[in-house]
C-alpha cells in the first residue's frame, strides 16, 4: 500500500518504536509511581525518559511541565475548559480543526464565554496578524491557534501572533497537532503558554497519547481528578505537574513508544524531515498543476509558508469517490471529506466540494509519489 494519509495518522512507524512498544510488555507493565518493587521503578524511569526527551525535543524548561494525555484533542480541551473563565473572549483562526471549535462553541451556546475568528490570509502574515489584532477586547484572555491547517497545509504565523498575545497581556495556546516533529518548535525562544501536541502524527507514536507543555506559571483548573500516586493522604488534587493533570494508570506501551518516536524525530531533525516531505508535495503540485481538470487550494509558489499537506479535487468527479478509485485500484492511502475541519473549509471555499487530502511522511518514496501521479493523471481522464 502506498500510504499518504500521515495527517491522519504515521505509517509506518520507525522500527524503534515498534521495539519500543513490544519491550513495554516484557518490561515495564507495572504501574509508574505506585509501588516501589523493579518493575514499577523501572517503569517510571522510562516515563521520565520520555519526558525529557520531549522536554529536549522542544526546548521546554521543566520535564515536569510535559504531561501526557489520551491525545491532542484532550490537551487541547484541558487547556480550554481548565483556564477560561465566565465571560472571558478567545479568539482562533479560521483555519481551525473542530478539536478547537466544538469545545468553544459548547462553553459559548451555555453562555459561558464568546469566541471570534480571525481571517488567515495565505502568503499574507500582515493582514492575518491584523485580522487577530482587530478581533482583542477587553475580555480576551486566550489565543488558540493551528501552526498550519490539517487540511490546506497552510502554514500560520504563530511566533508573531503569540507575540501580539503578550503585548495584550494575553495567553497564547498553540495547536502543533500538524506540525510538531515537522517543524521547529522551540519554547526557549517562542513563549508559546500551551502547546498541544498529536503523539501519532509527526511524532510517530502509536494512537492513543497525546501531550500538553506547560511553558507558564498558569494555574489550570483540572477536568479529571483520582489517584496520582502521589499525595494520597490529602483528598484534593495535588497542585504540581505534571501529577495535577495526570491522574489514573498512564498509558506506558504509548508512552515508551512515543519517546522512541520523540528520540527518532530528534536524531532526523525536524529540519530534514520537512525538507524530505516538502520536496515530495512541490513534486506532486508542480507535476499535475497543468492538469486542468485538477484543481489546488493553495498557492505553493512561496516557501515555509505551507506544511506538506496539500487539498485538491478532480473536475465532475466527487472526492470521496476518487479517494476509493485511488485505494480500490490503485492501493493508494488518501483522506477525502471534511477532514474534521469545517471552518477551513467554509475560509477556503470548498464546503461543499469537500477536497482529497494527500500527505505524505519521512518514510515516503519518490517512486510512490510517482505511481500517485500517474494515478491521478488517469483518474482525472476518465469521463
Known amino acids: ?4 494519509d500521515n495527517s491522519a495518522t504515521t505509517y509506518p512507524k520507525p522500527l524503534s518504536v515498534v521495539n519500543a512498544v513490544g519491550e513495554s510488555f516484557r518490561k515495564y507493565c507495572a504501574n509508574p509511581g505506585r509501588s516501589g518493587h523493579k518493575m514499577s521503578l523501572d517503569t517510571a524511569q ?65 453562555g459561558l464565554i464568546t469566541y471570534s475568528v480571525a ?57 502543533a497537532a500538524q506540525t510538531a516533529g515537522i517543524f521547529d518548535i522551540d519554547l526557549s525562544k517562542n513563549n508559546y503558554d500551551f502547546v498541544c501536541i498529536a503523539g501519532h502524527k509527526g511524532l510517530y507514536s502509536p494512537m492513543g497519547i497525546g501531550v500538553l507543555i506547560i511553558n507558564n506559571d498558569k494555574n489550570l483548573d483540572t477536568l479529571v481528578e483520582g489517584g496520582t500516586g502521589s499525595m494520597s493522604f490529602d483528598l484534593e488534587q495535588p497542585m504540581f505537574l505534571p501529577d495535577r493533570f495526570e491522574s489514573g494508570t498512564l498509558n506506558v506501551p504509548a508512552i515508551c513508544g512515543l519517546s522512541a518516536g520523540a528520540k527518532f524525530v530528534s536524531m532526523q531533525t525536524p529540519k530534514k524531515i520537512y525538507e524530505k516531505e516538502k520536496r515530495h508535495i512541490m513534486k506532486i503540485y508542480n507535476s499535475l498543476i497543468e492538469n486542468k481538470n ?78 500517485f501521479i500517474n494515478a491521478v493523471n488517469k483518474i482525472s481522464k476518465i469521463s
Open 1 to 4: 500500500m502506498i500510504y499518504l
Open 46 to 110: 522510562k516515563v521520565y525518559e520520555c519526558r525529557n526527551n520531549i522536554k529536549n525535543l522542544f526546548k521546554a524548561s521543566n520535564e515536569n511541565n510535559v504531561i501526557f494525555t489520551p491525545s491532542c484533542t484532550y490537551s487541547i480541551n484541558y487547556v480550554i475548559k481548565g483556564y477560561l473563565k465566565p465571560n472571558d473572549h478567545v479568539i482562533i483562526s479560521s483555519l481551525e480543526h473542530n478539536c478547537v471549535v466544538r469545545p468553544l462553541e459548547k462553553l459559548q451556546r451555555a
Open 119 to 175: 481571517t488567515v490570509y495565505e502568503n499574507d502574515d500582515e493582514k492575518t496578524i491584523e485580522s487577530f489584532r482587530s478581533k482583542i477586547n477587553s475580555s480576551t484572555r486566550l489565543i488558540i491557534c493551528t501552526h498550519a491547517s490539517n487540511v490546506f497545509g497552510i502554514k500560520v504565523p504563530v511566533e508573531r501572533i503569540c507575540a501580539l498575545a503578550k503585548i495584550y497581556e494575553i495567553a497564547f495556546c498553540l495547536d
Open 294 to 371: 485538477i484543481k489546488f487550494y493553495t498557492d505553493l509558489s512561496q516557501e515555509n509558508h505551507n506544511a506538506p499537506v496539500l487539498s485538491f479535487n478532480i473536475k465532475g468527479k466527487d472526492c470521496e469517490d476518487v479517494a476509493s478509485i485511488l485505494s480500490s485500484r490503485y492501493n493508494i492511502a488518501v483522506r477525502a471529506g471534511l477532514h474534521c475541519a469545517p471552518l477551513a473549509h467554509k475560509s477556503m471555499g470548498t464546503i461543499d466540494s469537500d477536497t482529497v487530502r494527500i500527505s505524505p511522511s519521512f518514510f515516503t518514496t519518490d517512486n510512490e509519489i510517482n505511481a
